[in-house]
C-alpha cells in the first residue's frame, strides 16, 4: 500500500535505448493539462498524515482512537493514482502492458516486505519467542498477499489486544494487492462494454455502495468484526471511491474547470479537519464505524485527494506538499510495514510484560526506530530495486562482493543470509502457543482433573445452604474449605486454577476461554437447577469485553438473582490493556454496592504496577501471579458478610 505512482527515478539506459520513441504530445499534454502530469503535488502528504494517525493510533490508542482510519485514506489515494496511472497508459498507447504494471508493483512492494518480515521474525525470536505464535501462516500470507483471508480462516482477530501477532499490518496491504491483481483486467473490460465515462463512474459508485452495504449488514454488535474489516469484498470501499475519483477527473472536458469549492481549497480543507474529527471520536468497536463510518472517512479522504488535482495553486496543496510532508509520504509504505513489529518488540525488549503503551518512553523508541528502519529501507533496498530492477540489483551486490574492496560488501551480503536462514529456523521452530495461552491450557488440565462427585455434605449444602447448625455456624465466618465454593469464569480463572485448586481444596471451578457476561447466567442457572451451587459463588467474566456488549450488565444482575440472596457472592474485577477495562471495574465496583451479599475482588490492584505477575498479553497471570490471584480471592471471601 502507500505506493508512488510515478516513473522510476532513473531507469537504466539500457533499457530506456529500446524503448520506442516517444509519441507526439497530446493537446492536453501541450496544454499543461494536470492530468498528463506523472506527479499530483499534495498525495506525499496526505500520504504522511495517514501513516501518522496509524502510528500515533497504535502507539497511544487513547490519544486518536480514529486513527485507522488512515489505512482508509491509504486506500482512497491508492485506487485514484494506481487508475490514473493505468488511464494514462490507455490514452497513450490504447492498452494496458499487464505484465510490466505487475512488475512494476513487484518492485515497489516486495523488497520492503521481504526486509521487514525477515528482520521482524529474527528480532522477536531473540526477544520475545510469544511473538512468533502463529508465525508460519502470517509469514504465508504476507508473501502471497492473502494475509487477511487466512487470518480470518484462522480465527484470529485483529481485535484482541491479548494477543496482537507480529506482521497484523499486511492484512491491507493483501486486499491492496488483490484489487491490483484484478482491477487493470477489470477496467480493460469496463472501458471496452461500457460506452461512456459517466456510465463507468456510476457502475464503480455502484460497486463501492455495495460493499459499504455488504459490510454493514454483515456486522453484527457484540461479535468480533474482524471477518467485516479484513474482507476483501467489505473493505474494498476506499479503493472503488479512489477509482471513481480518478474517473470523474479524467471524464471532464478538457479545459473543463474543477468546482470552486476544490480550486479555493475550501472542500479539501474541510474534509480534511472533518476526518480529523473522526479520527478523534470513532473508537474501533463503536457500531457506527462499520455502518458508515469507515465510508464517510472514504469519502472524505477522496475529497482531500481531488483538491490535490488543482495544482499548486491552491493554499491545501502547499500545506500539504512541505517537503517534511514529502519526505514521510514518500517513506509511508515502509513506516507502515515497520511500525507495528517494531513496537512489538521494542515493548517486549524494553519494559517486558508492561504493554506497549507504557507511558511513553516505548512508543518514543519505537517510532523513533520506525522512522530510521524506513529510511534505511527506501535508500539502500527500495529505490535502487524500483530505479535498477531485482536483477540488475542483485548484479551490483554480487560485484561489490567481487570487487576489490569486498569486505563491507561481504559482510552485508552474509548478515543478509544469516538472517534469512534465522527467519527460516524460527518460523519452522515458532512455538504453538503463548505462554498465556500454555498456562490456561495447563489450568484447564487442572479443572478436568479435580472434577469428581461432590461429597455429600456439599450437596447438601448446595441444595439449602444453611439450613443445618453445622453449616450455619460454617457461613458465618469466611470459607476455609472449597467444598463451600462454586467458581465460575473465563480464562483468567483457568489459568489462576492451579493456585486456586491448591489453596482452596475441593472448590468446584467452571472456567473456559472466551467467556462473557452474557453467558454467566445459562451456566450458573444449570447448575442451581441441578443442586450443585454452593453457598459461596465466585463470579470472573469480565476479560472478554467487560461490560461493552449490550445486555451485559442485565445478564450479571440475572446471575446475581438466580444465585439469591441467601449465597454469598465475590465478583473478580478486570484486569486488561483495553481502554474499557477502568470503566468496566468501576460499574463492577456499582452492581456489587447494590446487595449486601456480594463483594468485589480486586485483582486489577493488585496487579496494577507489577507487570511481572502477568504474561506479555497484560491480562493472564504468570505462576507467582496465580497465587497473589488466590491471595486476592482469599481476601474477598474474608471480607464476605456472614451467611
Not at 79 to 86: D, E, H, M, S, V
Not at 175 to 204: D, G
Not at 477 to 494: H, K, Q, T
Not at 602 to 616: F, R, Y
Request: proline fraction near 7%.
Amino acid at each position: 500500500m502507500l505506493l508512488e505512482d510515478r516513473a522510476p527515478v532513473a531507469p537504466d539506459r539500457a533499457r530506456a535505448a529500446r524503448r520506442p520513441p516517444a509519441r507526439p504530445a497530446t493537446h492536453r499534454q501541450r496544454t499543461g493539462d494536470p492530468r498528463d502530469n506523472a506527479r499530483i503535488a499534495g498525495l506525499d502528504g496526505l500520504r504522511s498524515l495517514a501513516v501518522l494517525a496509524v502510528v500515533v493510533h497504535h502507539a497511544w490508542p487513547g490519544v486518536l482512537p480514529g486513527g485507522f482510519l488512515g489505512v482508509d485514506v491509504f486506500f482512497v489515494v491508492s485506487g485514484f493514482l494506481i487508475t490514473t496511472l493505468l488511464l494514462r497508459e490507455m490514452g497513450r498507447d490504447r492498452r494496458i502492458r499487464l505484465p510490466e504494471f505487475w512488475r512494476r508493483r513487484a518492485r515497489r512492494l516486495l523488497p520492503a516486505l521481504a526486509v521487514v518480515v525477515v528482520v521482524s521474525v529474527v528480532a522477536a525470536r531473540f526477544v520475545e519467542p510469544d511473538l512468533l505464535v502463529g508465525a508460519g501462516w502470517q509469514v504465508l500470507g504476507a508473501s502471497t498477499f492473502s494475509y487477511n483471508w487466512l487470518a480470518v480462516a484462522g480465527g484470529s482477530s485483529y481485535f484482541d489486544q491479548t494477543a496482537p501477532h507480529l506482521l497484523t499490518p499486511f492484512w491491507s496491504l493483501a486486499i491492496e494487492e488483490q484489487f491490483y491483481l484484478a482491477w487493470p483486467v477489470l477496467l480493460v473490460a469496463l472501458v471496452v462494454l461500457v460506452p461512456t465515462w459517466r456510465a463507468r463512474l456510476l457502475v464503480v459508485l455502484g460497486a463501492a455502495v455495495t460493499s459499504a452495504v455488504a459490510m454493514a449488514v454483515r456486522y453484527q454488535p457484540g461479535e468480533d468484526p474482524t471477518r467485516v474489516y479484513y474482507g476483501t469484498d467489505t473493505h474494498v470501499v476506499g479503493l472503488l471511491l479512489g477509482v471513481a475519483g480518478a474517473f470523474w477527473w479524467f471524464g471532464r472536458r478538457t479545459g473543463e474547470p474543477l468546482p470552486r469549492a476544490l480550486r479555493s481549497g475550501t472542500a479539501p480543507v474541510a474534509a480534511l479537519a472533518a476526518l480529523a474529527v473522526l479520527m478523534l471520536v470513532l473508537q474501533p468497536d463503536d457500531p457506527v464505524v462499520y455502518r458508515g463510518g469507515i465510508v464517510l472517512g472514504s469519502a472524505l479522504a477522496l475529497v482531500a485527494v481531488l483538491g490535490c488535482t488543482v495544482g499548486r495553486d491552491s493554499g491545501c496543496v502547499r500545506m500539504l506538499d512541505t517537503r517534511p510532508a514529502r519526505w514521510v509520504g514518500a517513506r509511508s509504505y515502509g513506516i507502515y510495514l515497520w511500525h507495528w513489529p517494531v513496537l512489538l518488540v521494542v515493548a517486549a525488549g524494553l519494559a517486558p510484560g508492561s504493554g506497549r503503551a507504557a507511558g511513553w518512553a516505548v512508543p518514543l523508541v519505537a517510532v523513533a526506530a520506525t522512522v530510521a528502519l524506513a529510511a534505511a529501507s527506501y535508500r539502500w533496498v527500495e529505490t535502487p530495486v524500483r530505479r535498477d530492477g531485482l536483477r540488475a540489483t542483485a548484479r551490483r551486490a554480487r560485484d561489490a562482493v567481487r570487487g576489490s574492496r569486498p569486505t563491507a560488501a561481504r559482510a552485508v551480503v552474509g548478515a543478509g543470509c544469516l538472517a534469512v536462514v534465522l527467519a527460516l529456523v524460527s518460523v519452522v521452530g515458532a512455538p504453538r502457543v503463548s505462554q498465556a495461552q500454555l498456562s490456561v491450557e495447563q489450568g484447564l488440565a487442572a479443572v478436568h482433573a479435580q472434577e469428581r462427585p461432590a461429597g455429600e455434605a456439599a450437596a447438601t449444602a448446595a441444595r439449602d445452604p444453611g439450613t443445618t447448625e453445622g453449616e450455619a455456624s460454617t457461613a458465618t465466618a469466611a470459607p476455609r474449605s472449597g467444598d463451600e465454593i462454586s467458581a465460575y469464569g473465563d480464562s483468567v480463572l483457568s489459568g489462576a486454577a492451579p493456585a486456586v485448586l491448591d489453596r482452596f481444596e475441593g472448590i468446584a471451578i467452571d472456567a473456559k476461554p472466551i467467556r462473557k457476561w452474557l453467558d454467566a447466567p445459562a451456566i450458573v442457572r444449570s447448575d442451581e437447577r441441578a443442586g450443585a451451587l454452593r453457598p459461596v459463588v465466585v463470579l470472573n467474566f469480565g476479560t472478554n469485553g467487560g461490560f461493552q456488549f449490550d445486555g451485559s450488565e442485565d445478564a450479571l444482575r440475572e446471575t446475581l438473582d438466580v444465585i439469591g440472596p441467601d449465597r454469598r457472592v465475590v465478583l473478580v474485577d478486570t484486569v486488561g490493556v483495553s481502554r474499557w477495562v477502568p470503566a468496566a471495574n468501576e460499574r463492577l465496583g456499582e452492581i456489587a454496592a447494590e446487595r449486601p451479599n456480594v463483594v468485589v475482588a480486586h485483582w486489577h490492584a493488585a496487579v496494577e504496577g507489577h507487570p511481572d505477575l502477568l504474561h506479555p498479553d497484560l491480562t493472564h497471570p504468570t505462576v507467582e501471579g496465580t497465587g497473589v490471584y488466590a491471595d486476592v480471592l482469599e481476601d474477598a471471601l474474608a471480607a464476605l458478610p456472614p451467611g
